[in-house]
């Protein structure tokens, strides 16, 4: 099926966002390696939707917040590369310009998603988010304890995905791929998401210098995409 454009509306809902992230994935074919990064994404989200609902958080409202903020962040940047291709955050070129590279494996897209989405997209929606409420992000706070909470269920659920990615797709193509376990030790979810907030308290006190503000949000976009780009090298034998 050819992939076509459509425009992506913004999210209220987490229901809404997984039924738009469902589309987003069917929307793209196994040779779009976009396509196994949104397989993630999705999977993530409805675990954290499973979550939000179980009354366990010390502030869900909160949470929820950032799972929209960062939900449509996700749909913005996929909607449509090949328009978006001049505006597209350094962060995320490597996914988008390797997208349909066949000696990249889908496990190295997933990552390298992941990789540009956390490293660059997580702490600037942090920063919205906590100008939306007028929370500070402290790392002695509740959000900052939910957040964590859900680092945990972030990385079980995505060690269940790699799991997929690698006998699911792979056992589709005709190529051989090697070294992933190298690949998979590059990219550390924990240290990545710890990072993230942490880069967002800085955005936080950085929030009335603009000039700092640019300069730092330039910085963790070159990194992300320095990251996005070792994720990607070809590992087809």
């Not at 390797?98 to 998603?113: E, M, S």
Request: charged fraction near 25%; aromatic fraction near 8%.
């Amino acid at each position: 099926m050819a992939e076509q454009a459509r425009p992506t509306p913004a999210v209220n809902s987490v229901p809404e966002l997984i039924d738009e992230l469902r589309r987003l994935e069917n929307s793209l074919s196994a040779g779009n390696g976009v396509k196994w990064f949104v397989r993630l994404y999705h999977e993530v989200t409805e675990a954290i939707a499973l979550e939000l609902n179980a009354g366990d958080l010390e502030d869900p409202v909160f949470l929820e917040l950032l799972v929209l903020v960062y939900g449509n962040s996700v749909l913005n940047v996929c909607e449509d590369a090949e328009q978006r291709s001049s505006r597209i955050a350094r962060a995320w070129a490597p996914l988008f310009e390797r997208r349909h590279d066949p000696r990249v494996a889908p496990l190295q897209f997933a990552l390298a998603g992941l990789n540009a989405h956390t490293n660059h997209d997580v702490p600037i929606g942090l920063v919205h988010a906590c100008r939306s409420t007028g929370i500070a992000p402290t790392s002695d706070s509740p959000q900052y304890r939910d957040y964590m909470k859900m680092t945990a269920l972030v990385r079980r659920t995505s060690d269940q995905v790699k799991d997929w990615l690698l006998t699911g797709p792979i056992a589709d193509l005709d190529t051989t791929f090697g070294d992933l376990d190298d690949v998979v030790a590059i990219f550390s979810l924990q240290r990545a998401r710890q990072a993230a907030w942490t880069n967002g308290e800085v955005l936080w006190e950085l929030r009335e210098n603009e000039p700092l503000t640019v300069a730092y949000v330039g910085m963790l976009d070159r990194m992300a995409g320095f990251g996005g780009r070792g994720l990607l090298l070809p590992t087809a034998r």
